[in-house]
């Protein structure tokens, strides 16, 4: 089945500053990769996801890479802000399940 | 639209026990998936149902059982609980299939005793 490795566990930035999380994969069968926010005692909440038949995709301070032959893909937070303070998830998915990275806890120090 | 709700939020539980979980999906989602959160493990698949089927499965003991009814709420079931069940039980909801945008409801707390 599918593993997904996440690096790093833990992140701390100051603010302004980027963060970049990085995630792997193992099933090349694995086509859809969404990438969850979980802040303390809420919900994971998607920030932003990406097809395999796209190699990057961008959504205001937020950006995700997909490299398909290498099986890896990233997540970019620019200009990073205080409430951008939680733990993150990667995941791939193909039909039949999906998959999550153990998780990234970003500090964004002010 | 409503968001995806579950119930009870917490539950207390003892060895040996059994226990049932509720989630309603957001209305059209035919697809619900359940996970279980801890943080040793993370983020864990536990099954996917769709119209009623079990569509999906990953690698959890025969005990983790679950059900979809016509309206698309899911339950879950885990029967003899262990210490080891102790954790946050999430499901989500999507239209269809995989490939497509997943919305977590807030989850169950289970602790078992």
């Known amino acids: 089945g599918e593993n997904v490795e996440q690096h790093p566990s833990t992140l701390s930035v100051q603010e302004g500053d980027s963060a970049v999380i990085k995630c792997t994969y193992s099933?090349?069968?694995?086509?859809?990769f969404p990438w969850y926010k979980q802040e303390l005692g809420k919900r994971p909440q998607l920030i932003i996801d990406?097809?395999?038949?796209?190699g990057e995709k961008k959504d205001q301070r937020i950006a995700v890479t997909l490299n398909k032959t290498a099986k890896h893909f990233s997540l970019h937070i620019t200009e990073t802000q205080p409430e951008d303070s939680a733990v993150y998830f990667c995941?791939?998915?193909?039909?039949?399940?999906?998959?999550f990275g153990a998780g990234t806890r970003l500090t964004v120090k002010p | 639209k409503a968001g995806v709700t579950q119930t009870p939020r917490y539950l207390i539980k003892t060895r040996g026990q059994q226990v049932t979980l509720s989630c309603s999906p957001i209305?059209?989602?035919?697809?619900v998936s359940w996970y279980q959160q801890t943080p040793g493990q993370g983020l864990q698949f536990l099954f996917e149902?769709?119209?009623?089927?079990?569509?999906n499965k990953g690698n959890f003991p025969g005990r983790f059982s679950g059900r979809q009814f016509s309206n698309s709420r899911s339950e879950m079931n885990v029967s003899t609980l262990e210490l080891g069940d102790s954790a946050l039980y999430l499901c989500?909801?999507?239209?269809?299939?995989?490939?497509?945008?997943?919305?977590f409801g807030p989850g169950t707390r289970l602790l078992v005793l």
């Open positions: 989500a909801s999507r239209t269809t299939t995989f490939q497509e945008t997943q919305y």
């Open positions: 099933d090349s069968a694995s086509n859809y």
């Open positions: 990406i097809r395999s038949n796209v």
């Open positions: 995941a791939a998915s193909n039909n039949n399940d999906m998959r």
């Open positions: 209305s059209g989602h035919r697809s």
């Open positions: 149902y769709f119209s009623e089927t079990q569509r």
